[in-house]
């Protein structure tokens, strides 16, 4: 699992604790944490629960270069697994995902988005623009966001193109263009932070967001800061 982070010290305990009360077998999951120059206290929170903690195996690789594509790129060639998941620093693992996933891998499975969900944080109107992304998602058989990929099918595509955004989406597109089905994992789910849309008055966050995601969908602003 790679999760890469940024000025994350508030939200990765969080993440990792999602890890380990998945409950898997000792030795299962392998957990990067890629810092790419964090200036708060997100290293010291990564090395506290790895000493902490034994299960699940946490290493912190340390790339001062900034970009979340980047940084996935960098915890992937770091990784031993077969299997490829990527959870971002603010987002927590829904119950059961782990099992979810690993079955769909026993089944053939290469590669597949999974369902995000807001967490408990966020309001109403959270929970309900990102149950609009799914179904949208669901109807445009559109993949993105939350994903696992086999390693050496990932290391065919090239791993996550250097974008600011939809980099998750382009992988999986290069992954469905070798004719290869990519699916969606919806009997579990991610939790993720909906700061975002917080993050202008008068909720103005989630109109802004859509907009960079549908623009990005559309090839547009992929390059732009976000």
Known sequence: ???????????????LASV????????????????NGSTDGTVEVARDFARASPEPR????????????????????AARGRVLLFLDADSRMGPGLVDAVLRRVACGERAASI?????GTGDGADRVFFAFLEWGKSLFGIRAQMSFCERALFEDVGGFPDLEIGEDREMLVRVARRGIRVGHVDEAHVETSPRRLHSLPLRLGIVTTFGRWALAHAGIGRHWPY
Do not use: C, F, S
């Open 1 to 15: 699992m790679v999760i890469p982070a940024w000025n994350e010290e508030a939200y990765l305990a969080a993440a």
């Open 58 to 77: 946490v290493r912190v690789v340390l790339d001062g270069e900034r970009g979340r594509a980047r940084a996935k790129n960098v915890g992937a060639r």
């Open 20 to 35: 380990r009360g998945q409950g898997a077998p000792p030795g299962t999951i392998e957990v990067i944490v890629v810092d």
């Open 115 to 119: 369902r995000i969900v807001a967490d």
